[in-house]
């Protein structure tokens, strides 16, 4: 089989397969690239999950995920900030072991309020200082932080980075090798300022990862699983890639889905339809 | 009993009752205040509602609702635009009817993308349009069309108008007596530029109206019904409130509640646990 060039399947595509499984069935589909999650590459050890990509031949894409940093002061916000660094370090083995076009780049999701608190603001500002504190340990392991904005109905419980200016606005108190802006179809295609924040974005350097996956309704009762295989649903990819391909966003795109049916299927055939899905709703629109 | 001066119930919170309960029920809580819809409004046909709006001494703050105009040109459309004139009518009627201090006020909710149409820009564009036509019949009827974003989670099926700067946008090519906006919290506290629009909507003259209810997580399957009485979740009414405030607003403030459990609750419940939950949560922020 072949696939794009430029697909990269996430692993959280594959939500069930172990790395070993992750791995092959990304490579039989004939995609080139992988983002992969820290728990199945802890499963096995960061050692031999480094030789397993490494065997397979694929690039390494992203590392998912670090963050959840929107704690107050106190020993959860210190091993949270721990965890991280951690998240670093293994980015930074895993994105050396990759093919070569392998990239370092941790992906953050903010973390939503904490318990009991309405106090968007407040966790908003902990997750610039949150950042700080670990942008000079990723500019030391040559890793980039990408801050994903997710989606505002996630504002509450999963992440207080709601759209991709706010982003943008966090990262630019840093150097851009070291903290940029993940782009999620999924995440931002709703945003009325969504083309000119992706043009921002290039500008600025700060596009660090693109991925994709579709929007439908209804919504699923568990709406964290609510991703689709591109062109399922609503969301135009051609004006979102052609806006990301014109800021000269030249590496891997990953298709990150979640979704109940997605994950019943069989890794091989998810890794197939998603080679497929691209191709018909992403490729068009690349150069 | 007594209830905020300030407090409109909106009758969307007691959906299940009719036109004659829904009043009964906001004058027995001691809300002054009442927004229809217009379902309950024609069941009885609008002369005999007006009358009964007139008898029960309630001011009347808002009706709801207009929009859903995102169909490209034909038959579909020129019928909803004939739809939201006549609810213009029924808004300078009903108002004319209500207690003084009443305000003729229309919430216009744009609608989604239309079946099988990924063009977002397109149907923003429409909307615009929409508004244009309708904008002369508004005027000559003295009532203002209050454009409510909705929250992005509704982008595709409900409301293509997602933040309140795109509303204000929108609007802005209008007279501020004939286009504002409705400022609802619940579609408005994820967003990072939400005080920032709130000021600006007061220096525009915009506000039409202020409406109040809460958000939680989970949300329900049915992601239209995750609507709560103000304090129930995790809106920051403090910071929201007084940002409208002080713009001059002064007007009445609704409460809507869509929830499962509110529509199966007994309608005077429903209207003094609005009226006691509004006193906790909002008032302490009204001068």
């Not at 603001?121 to 670990?134: C, H, S, T």
Request: glycine share 8%; hydrophobic share 45%; charged share 20%.
């Amino acid at each position: 089989m072949s696939a794009d060039p430029r697909l990269s399947l996430n692993q959280a595509t594959v939500k069930h397969a172990d790395l070993a499984t992750a791995l092959r069935v990304t490579a039989d589909a004939g995609i080139q690239a992988i983002g992969l999650w820290r728990e199945p590459v802890n499963e096995v050890g960061l050692d031999v999950a480094a030789r397993m990509l490494a065997d397979s031949g694929l690039r390494f894409s992203t590392h998912c995920r670090g963050g959840f940093f929107t704690l107050p002061e106190g020993q959860a916000r210190v091993a949270a900030l721990d965890d991280n660094r951690r998240a670093i370090d293994e980015t930074a083995v895993l994105s050396a072991a990759g093919a070569p076009g392998s990239t370092a780049v941790l992906v953050l999701v903010a973390g939503g309020l904490p318990e009991g608190s309405r106090d968007l603001v407040g966790a908003r500002e902990r997750v610039r200082d949150a950042i700080g504190e670990l942008a000079p340990h990723a500019r030391d392991a040559g890793v980039t932080l990408a801050i994903e904005p997710l989606h505002p109905m996630y504002a509450s419980d999963r992440a207080v980075v709601s759209t991709l200016g706010q982003a943008l606005d966090i990262a630019a108190d840093f150097d851009a090798a070291v903290v940029g802006v993940a782009v999620d179809t999924f995440h931002v295609w709703w945003d009325p300022q969504v083309l000119g924040q992706i043009a921002r974005a290039g500008s600025e350097g700060r596009i660090a990862t693109y991925q994709v996956c579709d929007w439908k309704t209804p919504l699923p009762e568990d709406v964290l699983l609510a991703r689709h295989y591109p062109g399922e649903g609503v969301i135009d990819f051609g004006s979102l890639t052609e806006a990301v391909v014109a800021t000269g966003y030249d590496r891997d795109i990953e298709v990150e889905i979640f979704h109940a049916d997605v994950w019943a299927d069989a890794p091989a055939r998810v890794a197939r339809r998603t080679a497929e899905a691209f191709a018909a709703a992403v490729s068009p629109f690349l150069p």
